[in-house]
């Protein structure tokens, strides 16, 4: 019997309020190389060959994106205002919101807003390695820095070793049902691979670069812009 060909979707949680940026609009609508950070996200997803859709979500009262014209990024992209309290809520909200278009074994690759320095080849790369893979897995770095923990006077009271410790990114790529399922059990999870991983399962790292940062912090905004005029392949 013919083998079912699993599609690719990408998900974009932009629900957020950008609170540690510190500014009146939230991070994702702030101006980076002229245009909305936003759109430098929606336009690698959008003009990636292997993903079928885009939905981004939306708070449910989001002033900004209508004051935008997004069709130049083409007829892939899908707003859906089901944006949560905390990432995972939106993220959820999304897979919810999404259920009549997408299939229980479908790809579903979940990317943040806040990176807009994805490249094609990290989406190629994704893809590539978990195309049949029995879990799924996520973009991540190997860490590089030693790690301090921290006592409460902001004094090193330990050093975590670092062999095998990775800095988890976006996009996370699983199947629909079972990412679905995952965060319907999970709480407190900060990413897709943590519900995946409390269910007892291991998504797989595949290994990205730290260009693919989370603009988080004013300075984050900088580098960003650095990245985009300067990253060659
Ligand atoms: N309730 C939320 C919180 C976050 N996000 C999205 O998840 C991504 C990563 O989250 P983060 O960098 O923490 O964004 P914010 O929550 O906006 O930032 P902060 O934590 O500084 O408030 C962002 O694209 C953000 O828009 C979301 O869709 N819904
Ligand atoms: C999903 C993520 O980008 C992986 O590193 C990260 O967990 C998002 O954290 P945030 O606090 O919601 O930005």
Redesign the pocket.
């Given at each position: 019997m013919q083998k079912t060909a699993h599609r690719h979707f990408a998900l974009v949680p932009a629900a957020?309020g950008g609170s540690r940026m510190g500014r009146e609009t939230p991070k994702q609508y702030l101006s980076l190389m002229g245009e909305p950070l936003l759109r430098h996200t929606l336009r690698v997803l959008c003009a990636a060959p292997q993903i079928e859709r885009v939905y981004v979500v939306l708070s449910v009262g989001d002033q900004h994106w209508n004051a935008f014209d997004w069709r130049d990024l083409g007829d892939k992209l899908t707003p859906v205002y089901v944006g949560g309290a905390t990432?995972a809520d939106s993220v959820l909200g999304g897979l919810r919101a999404i259920r009549p278009d997408v299939r229980d074994g479908d790809w579903i690759l979940v990317h943040?807003a806040?990176?807009p320095c994805l490249a094609p080849w990290h989406v190629d790369a994704l893809i590539e390695a978990l195309d049949d893979d029995e879990v799924g897995g996520?973009l991540a770095v190997p860490v590089a820095d030693t790690l301090k923990r921290a006592d409460a006077q902001s004094r090193a009271a330990a050093t975590v070793p670092r062999d095998s410790l990775w800095?988890?990114?976006?996009p996370?790529m699983f199947r629909y049902m079972m990412l679905r399922r995952a965060l319907e059990s999970a709480r407190d999870v900060?990413?897709?691979a943590s519900a995946i991983e409390a269910a007892g399962l291991r998504p797989r790292l595949v290994r990205g670069d730290p260009t693919n940062l989370?603009v988080?912090y004013p300075l984050d905004l900088h580098l960003a812009e650095w990245i985009l005029q300067n990253r060659e392949r």
């Amino acid at each position: 019997m013919q083998k079912t060909a699993h599609r690719h979707f990408a998900l974009v949680p932009a629900a957020g309020g950008g609170s540690r940026m510190g500014r009146e609009t939230p991070k994702q609508y702030l101006s980076l190389m002229g245009e909305p950070l936003l759109r430098h996200t929606l336009r690698v997803l959008c003009a990636a060959p292997q993903i079928e859709r885009v939905y981004v979500v939306l708070s449910v009262g989001d002033q900004h994106w209508n004051a935008f014209d997004w069709r130049d990024l083409g007829d892939k992209l899908t707003p859906v205002y089901v944006g949560g309290a905390t990432r995972a809520d939106s993220v959820l909200g999304g897979l919810r919101a999404i259920r009549p278009d997408v299939r229980d074994g479908d790809w579903i690759l979940v990317h943040d807003a806040a990176r807009p320095c994805l490249a094609p080849w990290h989406v190629d790369a994704l893809i590539e390695a978990l195309d049949d893979d029995e879990v799924g897995g996520l973009l991540a770095v190997p860490v590089a820095d030693t790690l301090k923990r921290a006592d409460a006077q902001s004094r090193a009271a330990a050093t975590v070793p670092r062999d095998s410790l990775w800095q988890a990114q976006t996009p996370q790529m699983f199947r629909y049902m079972m990412l679905r399922r995952a965060l319907e059990s999970a709480r407190d999870v900060t990413d897709e691979a943590s519900a995946i991983e409390a269910a007892g399962l291991r998504p797989r790292l595949v290994r990205g670069d730290p260009t693919n940062l989370k603009v988080t912090y004013p300075l984050d905004l900088h580098l960003a812009e650095w990245i985009l005029q300067n990253r060659e392949r």
